[in-house]
């Protein structure tokens, strides 16, 4: 490539084509690109060959690319300088706009690193978004939708848990907490008590329908899909163990479709709800043929559960087992307790890892006939 031949006069001499005032060559095929003025003493040229540089327009170079400054007369001894200023222009207002797009889809997306995640959460058990996937995140989400059952009988009185599902106080627990009470209180995660009724049973599923009088404006459950876990999932369950409401223990799910068998009334034990406050029983299952916590007595079911090392504890029975999205994925009901798998009396066990929920697909299906009041 060559630079232009320019004389010291202020414009450049072209050959001269044809007769008379011809003094200038013949329009090129495409015209030249209009210089831009950007203020006194410069002119920016766009093109992509450097100044003075043959381009394949054949006019210097100015032809596609970043913007180049005009050509200075060699008479003037010198090269405009503006280039590198005016990239460095451009790199400064593109960081400018990155940052305020970056910002603006952080915003919109909940994963800025300001502000907070107030306005992403819904009322609820929807998991805020930027929390989806934490055990921390499900908690919040669902915990106010957890409450403590404490009933009483001619056994005693019995601690066990329960899911709202419906705002005027329809609450999901175990059969088995509930069964020969006469009479049902229920907390709130915020403290207020209720006085609740039985609205339907089915002990072959251990499951049960209470409803809350007086109630309103309460924040629900979203019940998931069982039919869709996977061993390995992760889990969180919330319930009241041992009169300790809202406790949040996490696990994953260790194996799916055991077959649990439990006593279908206070038969099977010395007391019918899970967690017997004042001396009574762990609730008694049966697996694999052999006994766990107790005797399970004559009056028995089987169903299929999910098992997980979610820590479970008396008084968790009736409460939720939820998966990463905040959704209810069973309803936690029978936990191994070594200590008490004799038979002896011992309220204070604790959990070693073998908890079983009943499917929350089960719970669904079974959900018209327990709101009609049958069962078995």
Same mark, same amino acid.
């Given at each position: 490539?060559?630079? +232009?031949?320019? @004389?010291? %006069?202020?414009? &450049? ?14 329009? @090129? ?22 100044? %003075? ?13 970043? &913007?180049?400054?005009? @050509?200075? @007369? ?11 200023? $005016?990239?460095?222009? *451009?790199?400064?207002?593109?960081? *400018? ?5 970056? #910002? ?9 690193? +300001?502000?907070?995640? +107030?306005?992403?959460v819904v009322s609820g058990t929807t998991v805020s ?36 599902? !419906? ?20 907390? $709130? ?57 809202? #406790? ?36 008694? /299952? ?5 006994? /766990? ?7 028995? !079911? ?11 504890? &008396? ?35 604790? +959990? *070693?890892?073998?908890? /079983?929920?009943? &499917? ?17």
């Amino acid at each position: 490539m060559t630079e +232009s031949q320019r @004389p010291s %006069g202020e414009y &450049p001499m072209y050959p001269s084509y044809g007769n008379g005032d011809a003094a200038y060559p013949p329009p @090129p095929a495409q015209q030249p690109a209009q210089p831009i003025s950007t203020g006194p003493g410069t002119t920016v040229w766009p093109g992509s060959g450097g100044a %003075g540089h043959s381009g394949g327009d054949g006019y210097g170079g100015f032809g596609h690319g970043l &913007p180049q400054s005009a @050509p200075q @007369p060699s008479g003037h001894g010198r090269r405009a300088k503006r280039p590198v200023a $005016l990239l460095a222009a *451009v790199a400064v207002a593109a960081a *400018v706009v990155g940052g305020v797009t970056a #910002t603006a889809v952080g915003q919109l997306t909940g994963t800025g690193s +300001s502000g907070t995640d +107030s306005s992403s959460v819904v009322s609820g058990t929807t998991v805020s978004q930027s929390s989806t996937g934490t055990v921390a995140g499900v908690a919040k989400a669902v915990s106010p939708t957890i409450v403590e059952i404490g009933a009483t009988s001619t056994a005693g009185e019995s601690t066990g848990s329960g899911v709202i599902i !419906t705002s005027d106080g329809e609450i999901v627990t175990n059969n088995h907490v509930i069964a020969g009470a006469s009479s049902i209180k229920v907390t $709130l995660s915020t403290g207020r008590t209720y006085t609740a009724k039985v609205v339907g049973t089915d002990a072959d599923k251990d499951l049960a329908l209470i409803d809350l009088e007086g109630a309103s404006g309460l924040k629900t459950a979203t019940l998931g899909d069982s039919s869709g876990i996977k061993v390995g999932d992760q889990v969180v369950a919330i319930g009241s163990p041992e009169g300790l409401t809202g #406790t949040v223990t996490s696990g994953i799910v260790s194996a799916l479709n055991r077959d649990v068998t439990v006593a279908k009334d206070s038969e099977g034990g010395q007391g019918q709800g899970q967690g017997q406050q004042g001396g009574g029983s762990d609730w008694p /299952f049966e697996f694999g043929g052999r006994q /766990f916590n107790g005797d399970t007595g004559n009056s028995t !079911t089987t169903y299929k559960a999910i098992q997980t090392d979610a820590s479970l504890n &008396p008084g968790n029975s009736g409460g939720a087992l939820i998966n990463m999205n905040g959704e209810i994925i069973g309803i936690n009901s029978a936990m191994y307790s070594a200590s008490s798998s004799g038979g002896s009396s011992s309220s204070g066990a604790g +959990s *070693v890892g073998l908890g /079983f929920a009943i &499917p929350v697909n089960t719970l669904k299906a079974d959900l018209d006939t327990l709101r009609d009041g049958n069962g078995s």
